[in-house]
């Protein structure tokens, strides 16, 4: 069981949006703002697409959003490509004396 | 542009131990952090810990406290992560990823696959 909730699966046709949620608790998402969403197609190594909630690292396209609201943290993909497939996951800065981070268990999208 | 090499496969028994490496190129490797993340076959990713190479702290997931040493040796920029006492569960991808602040994991390793088999 993984320390944040996301949900499995996600799909959306060519040029639409979609949002995926990432559910934590006051401890991990809600105390932090260091939020991060990677993209991992399969066999390769995870991406950065996301960091401080809403920030995106250089060459990732405007087309991927982030944002937060309590325990609550979102991402958004808009104008779906087919080359978004993959698999995005969620990770959160948790705990206090003991700063650790925890992963959610990732969501498939599919481009339909 | 910093680049992350990580050392081969490994086959290994269980009950032994393994230890990846991760070697930084590009960058100032002291300056950042660096964590170990797997991935079980068909599963998600796991955090399982990170070092600080310029003070040499590591700090661990409750999980693997006790299992894992994460080590850098600044001279040669390299970080390592030993995990002992394995099991079949343990059969993962093992990925090391540079934390420039903020969980803000921006480049990654390419991946080790660790096969745990009697």
């Known amino acids: 069981q993984s320390a944040l909730t996301q949900p499995p699966s996600a799909s959306g046709s060519p040029g639409q949006s979609v949002t995926i949620s990432c559910t934590g608790t006051?401890?991990?998402?809600?105390?932090?703002?260091?939020v991060s969403w990677y993209q991992q197609h399969p066999g390769k190594a995870p991406k950065l697409m996301i960091y401080?909630?809403?920030k995106r690292p250089s060459g990732v396209p405007d087309r991927f959003s982030g944002s937060k609201s309590g325990n609550t943290a979102s991402l958004t993909v808009s104008g779906l490509q087919a080359e978004d497939e993959a698999d995005y996951y969620c990770s959160s800065y948790a705990g206090s004396n003991n700063l650790r981070v925890v992963f959610g268990g990732g969501t498939k999208l599919t481009v339909l | 542009q910093v680049q992350l090499v990580q050392s081969g496969a490994e086959v290994k028994k269980p009950g032994s131990s393994v230890k990846v490496s991760c070697k930084a190129s590009?960058?100032?490797?002291?300056?950042?952090?660096i964590s170990w993340v797997r991935q079980a076959p068909g599963q998600g990713l796991e955090w399982m810990g990170r070092i600080i190479p310029i003070l040499g702290i590591a700090n661990y997931a409750q999980k693997f406290q006790g299992r894992v040493t994460i080590t850098a040796d600044k001279s040669t920029s390299t970080a390592y992560m030993e995990l002992s006492s394995l099991r079949s569960e343990d059969t993962a991808v093992y990925y090391c990823?540079?934390?420039?602040?903020?969980?803000?994991?921006?480049?990654w390793g390419q991946g080790t696959l660790v096969t745990v088999s009697s």
């Open positions: 401080e909630v809403s």
């Open positions: 990823a540079r934390d420039d602040g903020g969980n803000r994991n921006d480049y």
């Open positions: 590009g960058g100032t490797f002291s300056s950042y952090t």
């Open positions: 006051s401890s991990d998402v809600g105390g932090y703002n260091y």
